[in-house]
């Protein structure tokens, strides 16, 4: 079956990097487009960043755009979010997600 496993989040001053992966097994990894979600408590949940399913093109929500950076590694079966200039406001449970397919999520909390 599809499985998808997040890691990498954590506690951050802002200002910091993190880098979130996320785990593929299930599928032939470069079937689908995949793609970074995340949702901050009481807020409804916002694409982050996409990718295409050979890797060819993102694209970046505009709160992002110019500090995160999606990519994936097939040979690995990963795919990545490498977040830098961290702001409190990118708190969040970041969720990854192929086709119909979601990860439980990790955890990213921006604070001093």
């Known amino acids: 079956q599809v499985q998808l496993v997040e890691s990498g989040g954590g506690l951050v001053q802002p200002g910091g990097s993190l880098r979130l992966s996320c785990a593929a097994s299930?599928?032939?990894?470069?079937?689908?487009?995949m793609s970074w979600y995340r949702q901050a408590p009481g807020k409804e949940r916002e694409l982050v960043a996409a990718i295409t399913s050979a890797g060819g093109s993102t694209n970046y929500g505009d709160s992002v755009k110019g500090r995160f950076t999606i990519s994936r590694d097939k040979s690995k079966n990963t795919m990545y979010l490498q977040m830098n200039s961290l702001k409190p406001e990118d708190t969040a449970v970041y969720y990854c997600r192929a086709a119909m397919y979601w990860g439980q999520g990790t955890q990213v909390t921006v604070s001093s």
């Open positions: 299930g599928f032939t990894f470069n079937t689908y487009a």
